[in-house]
């Protein structure tokens, strides 16, 4: 028997503490269960605490941190089926922490990549082994868990996460779920180390000696000279068993909590779920959008607006990795050739010319194309900058005065890196956002990993923070593959790339999903010659750390084999949102190899891969503004409420599209508490039923067309009938 409180609304990455207060007057039954749901009423994970031994009241504590597919969290408390008892329950209560603006890379050691070394770990083993176990009972969560076997009464061992940055001075909590298989071993240590790599200071929590899985968590200030912390995974050197290990967490003094603030016209997309407490009835959908190209490039295939001259020549395959910026008049276009960087300029944004250039402005791709926002005609500042990769494996800054003659931009300091760096200009907190494909440092050296994407900012271009990890593929994008391995290998998603874009009130994320069907070194942790294809999805964040992906459809959908965006897709660091015939319209410039990444002709014959790399085009897809995801009822109705707001407008405006005659979308406002104010609910409410393009149709409420602003912080519920709600905006 069992009885489940009403869905709460959680954000991927927070953790939760849920207890209740019980009384077992009988038996032994009573267990507390923390869920996590995913949209479409699944449970994506779950965590649980028995109740103890002992009679009288007793408190019952269990934690948990939101998987990245989980909007709503439900407290369960529950009686084993094993036993006939009768207990009383009580007070329970929920807590919450913001997300982390710390992680582990690979804490839940999901990655594949050097199966069964645990990838992104180091390990320390003369007692025994750690090693990545993957059946269907091992993980806490997740499909994989590390198993440290200690055979040895006088050796240890250990498993030592990558290093990550921290702050002297600043609180940071360690976590990690354990489960006691046989012996005493086991303990969690939280180190904080120097720059040369010297542990400064240690916490550490050992496992219990009870059954199933526990928490481990540990808590320090990180002293004076710390640059970075790590997490050892330990069996004692006194001890022999076996342990497993999964879902490691940090917590950081710097984790900030939800802000409700919504900037004037800020407009809230459909793409993420940070603005949404609850959904139902609803799917999230998403739409690829039209491929429009260049008709004179018709023959090469839909949607090309750029193709290559001769190969082995100057401008053979182009392909962006690079920007698109406004110029006056018309768009200029940086991109990446197999020579170096390319310009070429567009009036419309369809049809590109290189102007008579017969050479590259730079030898080196670039790694998005930025205008500075203090630069004057005739001032001292560049007008333009950019990153490039260059063989000792850092990003170093270009600065132009013209963006065709470039130079070292020499007190910028670079960044550790690989070959793809993606950079952004931020309007909304004036500051450059470099997403990196990073290989740091660790203590000990470690492989290099897989690929992933991390974040570093600057104000000025030239002074950066350290790097942080931003963004990984995990165990659903690897279930998400269709294309098969070759040679016996069980393919594997990466992150090859992910420019972040400021747009409205979140950046989108467009990461770039490597699916690997076949690697030459994956013990070794290379990045290098793998092959597959590569697909664009899209993703959501405010605070470029923590990311929401509820549909991982293709943002841009991949042609058929044979086409020339069947096989490496990648995006432009910018998107355009323009008007067009006086309607609003956003542009993607992407870029595409016909082939799979590193695939030759030797290793079509070899049977590694199926088509060969080559035929590299750029390309156009062109939606009505923000229209990239929906919540769309079709002949049912469905909800969507929103987390609390405080907007600096009141003017509420929708983007909405019905789905047929019957279609509308009508909006109650509510209190903090979720409650009807008199005046915004739906008696009151007068139904959008047009569709309604950006910057969308005004809400009204009967003859009120603003929103209440003496209720403090307030919610929207939107009710939609057969249609499509992509986003809203308050002004």
Same mark, same amino acid.
């Given at each position: 028997?069992?009885?489940?409180?009403?869905?709460?609304?959680?954000?991927?990455?927070?953790?939760?503490?849920?207890?209740?207060?019980?009384?077992?007057?009988?038996?032994?039954?009573?267990?507390?269960?923390?869920?996590?749901?995913?949209?479409?009423?699944?449970?994506?994970?779950?965590?649980?605490?028995?109740?103890?031994?002992?009679?009288?009241?007793?408190?019952?504590?269990?934690?948990?941190?939101?998987?990245?597919?989980?909007?709503?969290?439900?407290?369960?408390?529950?009686?084993?089926?094993?036993?006939?008892?009768?207990?009383?329950?009580?007070?329970?209560?929920?807590?919450?922490?913001?997300?982390?603006?710390?992680?582990?890379?690979?804490?839940?050691?999901?990655?594949?990549?050097?199966?069964?070394?645990?990838?992104?770990?180091?390990?320390?083993?003369?007692?025994?082994?750690?090693?990545?176990?993957?059946?269907?009972?091992?993980?806490?969560?997740?499909?994989?868990?590390?198993?440290?076997?200690?055979?040895?009464?006088?050796?240890?061992?250990?498993?030592?996460?990558?290093?990550?940055?921290?702050?002297?001075?600043?609180?940071?909590?360690?976590?990690?779920?354990?489960?006691?298989?046989?012996?005493?071993?086991?303990?969690?240590?939280?180190?904080?180390?120097?720059?040369?790599?010297?542990?400064?200071?240690?916490? /550490?929590? @050992?496992? &219990?000696?009870?059954?199933?899985?526990?928490?481990? +968590? #540990?808590?320090? %200030?990180?002293? $004076?000279?710390? *640059?970075?912390?790590?997490?050892?995974?330990?069996?004692?050197?006194?001890?022999?068993?076996?342990?497993?290990?999964?879902?490691?967490?940090?917590?950081?003094?710097?984790?900030?909590?939800?802000?409700?603030?919504?900037?004037?016209?800020?407009?809230?997309?459909?793409?993420?779920?940070?603005?949404?407490?609850?959904?139902?009835?609803?799917?999230?959908?998403?739409?690829?959008? /039209?491929? @429009?190209? &260049?008709?004179?490039?018709?023959?090469?295939?839909? +949607? #090309?607006?750029? %193709?290559?001259? $001769?190969?082995? *020549?100057?401008?053979?395959?182009?392909?962006?990795?690079?920007?698109?910026?406004?110029?006056?008049?018309?768009?200029?276009?940086?991109?990446?050739?197999?020579?170096?960087?390319?310009?070429?300029?567009?009036?419309?944004?369809?049809?590109?010319?290189?102007?008579?250039?017969?050479?590259?402005?730079?030898?080196?791709?670039?790694?998005?194309?930025?205008?500075?926002?203090?630069? /004057?005609?005739?001032?001292?500042?560049?007008?333009?900058?950019?990153?490039?990769?260059?063989?000792?494996?850092?990003?170093?800054?270009?600065?132009?005065?013209?963006?065709?003659?470039?130079?070292?931009?020499?007190?910028?300091?670079?960044?550790?890196?690989?070959?793809?760096?993606?950079?952004?200009?931020?309007?909304?907190?004036?500051?450059?956002?470099?997403?990196?494909?990073?290989?740091?440092?660790?203590?000990?050296?470690?492989?290099?990993?897989?690929?992933?994407?991390?974040?570093?900012?600057?104000?000025?271009?030239?002074?950066?923070?350290?790097?942080?990890?931003?963004?990984?593929?995990?165990?659903?994008?690897?279930?998400?593959?269709?294309?098969?391995?070759?040679?016996?290998?069980?393919?594997?998603?990466?992150?090859?790339?992910?420019?972040?874009?400021?747009?409205?009130?979140?950046?989108?994320?467009?990461?770039?999903?490597?699916?690997?069907?076949?690697?030459?070194?994956?013990?070794?942790?290379?990045?290098?010659?793998?092959?597959?294809?590569?697909?664009?999805?899209?993703?959501?964040?405010?605070?470029?750390?923590?990311?929401?992906?509820?549909?991982?459809?293709?943002?841009?959908?991949?042609?058929?084999?044979?086409?020339?965006?069947?096989?490496?897709?990648?995006?432009?660091?910018?998107?355009?949102?323009?008007?067009?015939?006086?309607?609003?319209?956003?542009?993607?410039?992407?870029?595409?190899?016909?082939?799979?990444?590193?695939?030759?002709?030797?290793?079509?014959?070899?049977?590694?891969?199926?088509?060969?790399?080559?035929?590299?085009?750029?390309?156009?897809?062109?939606?009505?503004?923000?229209?990239?995801?929906?919540?769309?009822?079709?002949?049912?109705?469905?909800?969507?409420?929103?987390?609390?707001?405080?907007?600096?407008?009141?003017?509420?405006?929708?983007?909405?599209?019905?789905?047929?005659?019957?279609?509308?979308?009508?909006?109650?406002?509510?209190?903090?508490?979720?409650?009807?104010?008199?005046?915004?609910?739906?008696?009151?409410?007068?139904?959008?039923?047009?569709?309604?393009?950006?910057?969308?149709?005004?809400?009204?409420?009967?003859?009120?067309?603003?929103?209440?602003?003496?209720?403090?912080?307030?919610?929207?519920?939107?009710?939609?009938?057969?249609?499509?709600?992509?986003?809203?905006?308050?002004?």
């Amino acid at each position: 028997m069992s009885l489940r409180s009403a869905p709460v609304a959680v954000l991927p990455g927070e953790r939760l503490t849920a207890s209740a207060w019980l009384n077992r007057i009988s038996g032994s039954g009573g267990w507390l269960y923390l869920e996590f749901w995913r949209a479409d009423g699944t449970r994506t994970s779950a965590f649980s605490a028995p109740a103890g031994g002992m009679s009288g009241w007793q408190q019952v504590t269990i934690q948990g941190v939101t998987p990245n597919d989980a909007i709503t969290a439900t407290v369960l408390a529950y009686s084993s089926f094993a036993d006939a008892a009768t207990t009383v329950w009580d007070d329970v209560e929920l807590v919450s922490r913001a997300p982390g603006q710390r992680r582990v890379p690979n804490a839940g050691f999901e990655e594949p990549r050097e199966n069964p070394k645990p990838t992104e770990w180091s390990v320390d083993a003369p007692g025994g082994s750690a090693t990545v176990v993957n059946t269907a009972t091992a993980a806490h969560t997740g499909v994989r868990a590390l198993q440290i076997v200690d055979v040895s009464s006088s050796a240890e061992v250990s498993a030592l996460s990558r290093a990550v940055p921290v702050s002297p001075g600043e609180t940071a909590t360690a976590s990690v779920w354990a489960r006691r298989i046989s012996g005493t071993t086991g303990t969690l240590y939280l180190e904080f180390r120097d720059a040369a790599g010297v542990r400064l200071a240690a916490v /550490t929590d @050992d496992v &219990d000696g009870v059954s199933g899985w526990q928490q481990l +968590g #540990v808590t320090g %200030t990180a002293p $004076a000279r710390t *640059t970075t912390l790590t997490v050892r995974l330990y069996s004692r050197q006194s001890s022999r068993g076996t342990t497993m290990w999964d879902d490691v967490t940090l917590q950081s003094s710097l984790d900030r909590p939800y802000d409700p603030a919504l900037a004037r016209d800020a407009v809230v997309l459909a793409v993420g779920d940070q603005r949404i407490e609850t959904y139902s009835g609803l799917s999230r959908v998403m739409h690829p959008g /039209t491929k @429009d190209g &260049d008709p004179a490039q018709a023959h090469v295939g839909a +949607g #090309v607006v750029l %193709t290559g001259t $001769a190969a082995g *020549t100057w401008d053979a395959n182009p392909r962006i990795s690079g920007s698109v910026l406004p110029e006056d008049p018309g768009y200029r276009m940086w991109y990446t050739t197999s020579s170096g960087t390319a310009l070429a300029t567009s009036v419309d944004g369809r049809v590109w010319s290189r102007d008579g250039r017969t050479t590259t402005v730079t030898t080196n791709g670039n790694g998005g194309v930025v205008r500075s926002p203090t630069w /004057t005609p005739g001032g001292t500042e560049p007008q333009y900058f950019t990153s490039r990769s260059t063989s000792d494996f850092r990003y170093h800054a270009l600065q132009s005065a013209d963006g065709i003659s470039w130079n070292a931009l020499t007190d910028s300091m670079p960044l550790n890196g690989w070959d793809v760096v993606n950079v952004t200009w931020d309007p909304a907190t004036q500051r450059f956002v470099a997403m990196l494909k990073y290989y740091p440092v660790s203590y000990p050296q470690v492989p290099t990993g897989p690929r992933t994407v991390w974040v570093s900012t600057s104000v000025d271009y030239r002074t950066w923070t350290t790097p942080q990890p931003a963004f990984a593929a995990d165990h659903f994008d690897n279930e998400l593959i269709t294309d098969a391995g070759t040679h016996g290998v069980t393919p594997w998603s990466e992150i090859y790339g992910m420019p972040a874009i400021r747009h409205g009130d979140q950046y989108l994320g467009l990461p770039w999903v490597f699916d690997v069907i076949h690697s030459p070194n994956p013990v070794q942790g290379d990045p290098g010659f793998d092959k597959g294809r590569q697909k664009i999805q899209l993703a959501a964040s405010r605070d470029l750390v923590n990311w929401s992906r509820p549909n991982r459809d293709e943002l841009v959908a991949r042609g058929p084999e044979g086409s020339w965006d069947w096989g490496f897709n990648l995006t432009s660091t910018t998107m355009q949102t323009v008007t067009v015939d006086g309607q609003q319209q956003t542009w993607l410039y992407y870029g595409s190899f016909s082939g799979e990444h590193s695939c030759l002709a030797a290793n079509v014959a070899a049977g590694d891969c199926r088509v060969a790399y080559g035929r590299s085009n750029i390309g156009r897809v062109v939606w009505p503004a923000d229209r990239f995801v929906s919540f769309q009822a079709a002949s049912d109705v469905g909800t969507v409420t929103t987390r609390p707001l405080a907007p600096a407008g009141n003017r509420l405006a929708v983007n909405f599209e019905p789905g047929g005659p019957d279609g509308s979308l009508i909006v109650e406002v509510l209190d903090l508490a979720g409650n009807p104010i008199p005046g915004y609910d739906t008696g009151a409410a007068t139904p959008v039923t047009a569709d309604s393009l950006a910057p969308g149709a005004i809400v009204r409420w009967g003859e009120k067309t603003t929103l209440p602003t003496d209720v403090g912080p307030l919610r929207l519920r939107f009710t939609v009938t057969n249609g499509d709600l992509y986003a809203f905006t308050i002004n």
